[in-house]
């Protein structure tokens, strides 16, 4: 469920040359957060010290090319996010959904890695940290609502929200997002293009929201949410999976070009 995060940062530097260089110049990640919630709109005020992140140069061009997927199957461990009739959890169903994404997207030539493989908590930052850290990479966070219309699918971006940088030219981890908003939205609608096609009374389009797992990820990224946990029988969930997955994935491939020509992409060798 997108609507139940805490958000919680400690201190930490993440440098990120261009992109993320940040493995050519031999930078490393301190990143300890344990955000007790997944996703949300974040209103909370954030720690004094906050790591930084250093936002691409203009005019840099993609060499590398669109390759990884980092998948984020929502909550898990002691935060079982929404929960429905007869004991339905999100973060059992968001686990099972990415097992279907992740064999549709490695049919497009996709790597693809997970925060979690298993019912553990991975804290916010360190579900970013695990795009951050990657080259060519879009990043994608699975969830199941409480609320909306049972057999629907949304797609959400990061709402805007102003590029502030420090003296040193450097953007704050918590607006990591920032330079990508232009390239996830348009990831976003094309996703939610394919899934408007695929389950009737979605969306054409993608919306924004202030959603604080895509906030600190310094790469095209979009939520996913299915609806919804309150369904009678959770089967009818279940049978979603396949049409979910399909319509990620050709909305990633179609994204392809347009990352590779963008020049917000970055450059790595």
Do not use: C
Request: glycine fraction near 10%; aromatic fraction near 4%.
């Amino acid at each position: 469920m997108l609507l139940d995060v805490q958000f919680s940062l400690r201190n930490g530097i993440f440098l990120i040359g261009g992109l993320l260089s940040f493995a050519l110049a031999g930078a490393t990640l301190k990143s300890s957060s344990q955000a007790s919630a997944q996703t949300q709109p974040a209103t909370a005020t954030q720690a004094p010290a906050q790591p930084t992140i250093v936002p691409p140069a203009a005019g840099q061009t993609q060499r590398g090319g669109l390759s990884v997927v980092v998948l984020d199957p929502a909550h898990g461990g002691t935060d079982p996010g929404a929960r429905g009739t007869g004991g339905v959890r999100e973060s059992d169903l968001v686990l099972e959904f990415s097992d279907s994404v992740r064999r549709a997207l490695e049919a497009q030539g996709l790597r693809v890695r997970q925060t979690r493989q298993g019912n553990d908590d991975p804290s916010l930052d360190d579900r970013s940290a695990m795009a951050n850290a990657q080259h060519g990479t879009v990043f994608v966070t699975l969830h199941v609502s409480s609320t909306g219309l049972p057999g629907t699918v949304r797609v959400y971006t990061m709402t805007d929200f102003p590029p502030m940088t420090d003296t040193t030219g450097m953007l704050a981890w918590d607006r990591a997002q920032a330079p990508f908003l232009e390239l996830s939205r348009k990831l976003g609608d094309l996703v939610q293009g394919q899934l408007s096609q695929q389950f009737k009374g979605s969306p054409s389009t993608a919306q924004t929201a202030a959603v604080r797992q895509l906030r600190t990820t310094a790469a095209p990224a979009i939520a996913v949410e299915v609806s919804s946990v309150t369904v009678d029988d959770r089967a009818a969930l279940e049978r979603m999976a396949p049409g979910v997955a399909g319509a990620i994935a050709r909305g990633i491939a179609a994204f392809r070009p347009i990352y590779e020509t963008s020049p917000v992409a970055g450059a790595l060798p």
